[in-house]
């Protein structure tokens, strides 16, 4: 996809968001960059603009997870006239522990994040999309989003709901010119373990890197695709649960999550 205007990317303070930002920069997209971190957001727009001088980078910091956060943002936008061409949702984060244990205020915040903000972003964007004939929203789901994930069984669900729900909006999106692409990455190097209260030193599965998730999301936006799925294992991965009962794979999730457990 050619760069018009700006790309908005939200969680852009580390990891997937933060690369994103340095490839589309690469690209020549200018960029609307919103995570809560004030300070990491200003070095980012710092750098980005310092290696590629033509674009423009505009921070916005706030927590998507607070209701009227995303009309807020959306506004701002508007208010500044900056026409946003390329949606990044891809804040998010993972709670793990049993679902009983876990804080009830802090699934629901993740709900609100993870689902809430991506689909009201995801609405607020589209129409001004549908009457320019063009743009492109990229929705960052996850390998979890394909199975049952015990142990993380609200992130999962939310990711499942991020899946299907790019996957509609792309049928209904493509007659008026926009592209919509779920990315669905497995083990990433980024923070979300870290957040997400996981050990996983005693996993042996390889983890790609925040540029290569990235890097294949956009050659799958280039070609025009609905979903990609990162990492030659992970096609792998999905492919044979394909052939395996659901009740399978979450009582191996399970055992496998509960070693992971600090």
Partial sequence: ???????????ASYGIGEEFAWQL??????????????ER??????EVMNRHGQVDVVCAVLDLSRPGAALELFQKTQQANLEINLLVNNAGFGAFGEFSANPLERQRQMIDLNVGALVEL?????????????????????????V??????VYGATK?????????LYQEARPYGIQVLA????????????????????DGGQRQTAA?????????????????????????????????????IAAVVAKRARQSRR
Avoid: C
């Avoid at 996809?1 to 969680?11: D, F, H, I, K, N």
């Avoid at 049952?148 to 069984?153: C, D, F, H, K, R």
């Avoid at 497995?186 to 030193?201: C, L, P, Q, V």
């Avoid at 695709?225 to 992970?234: C, D, E, F, P, Y």
């Fill in 41 to 46: 957001l200003a070095k980012l727009r710092e």
């Fill in 1 to 11: 996809m050619e760069p018009r205007g700006y790309a908005l990317v939200t969680g």
């Fill in 160 to 168: 499942a709901f991020v899946l299907s729900f790019s996957h509609a």
């Fill in 148 to 153: 049952p994930l015990p142990y993380n069984a």
């Fill in 25 to 38: 920069g690469e690209r020549g997209w200018s960029l609307v960059l919103v995570a809560r971190s004030q």
């Fill in 212 to 248: 290569q998730v990235v890097k294949e999301a956009l050659s799958a936006l280039d070609r025009g695709k609905t979903s990609v799925i990162t990492g030659l294992g992970n096609r792998m991965l999905l492919r044979l649960a394909h052939f395996i009962p659901r009740a399978w």
């Fill in 183 to 202: 990315v669905n990455p497995g083990k990433t190097e980024t923070r979300f373990f870290e957040t997400a209260n996981m050990d996983i030193s005693k």
């Fill in 122 to 146: 995801s609405h607020l964007y589209l129409q001004p999309m549908k009457e320019r004939g063009t743009g492109a929203i990229v929705n960052v789901a996850s390998i979890a989003g394909y």
